[in-house]
């Protein structure tokens, strides 16, 4: 059974920096693609960013230069370095876990963690 345990999460002003972990257990973290998922107040889950098994990286253009997601195989955590924070980054944060089909990526919208909240002020 997959775990997803996301950290790091906090109040920042804008213009700050906060860094997210997710902690990976129940599978072979390595072969997995991972993402982190924003869900904005009143909004749907939105894809903020992904990484492929392989280190490939993609971004919403809402994060491209601000974030980087990276991952560590060795401790099965994927993160996220958000810098130059805004109010509309504020929102819970989750990972999620993808299948990869050659360049295609499945995610796995039946398993998620509890999420971490940041919270960015004006």
């Known amino acids: 059974q997959v775990q997803l345990v996301e950290s790091g999460g906090g109040l920042t002003q804008t213009g700050g920096s906060l860094s997210l972990s997710c902690a990976v257990s129940?599978?072979?973290?390595?072969?997995?693609?991972m993402a982190w998922y924003r869900r904005a107040p009143g909004k749907q889950r939105e894809l903020v960013a992904g990484?492929?098994?392989?280190?490939?990286?993609t971004y919403a253009g809402s994060a491209k230069g601000r974030f980087t997601i990276s991952r560590d195989n060795a401790k099965s955590t994927v993160y996220l370095q958000m810098n130059d924070l805004k109010p509309e980054d504020t929102g819970v944060y989750y990972c999620?876990?993808?299948?990869?089909?050659?360049?295609?990526?499945?995610?796995?919208?039946?398993?998620w963690g509890q999420g971490t909240q940041v919270t960015v002020s004006a």
């Open positions: 129940g599978t072979i973290f390595a072969s997995h693609a």
């Open positions: 999620n876990i993808g299948r990869e089909f050659g360049s295609a990526v499945v995610w796995n919208d039946d398993t």
């Open positions: 990484i492929t098994s392989g280190g490939k990286t």
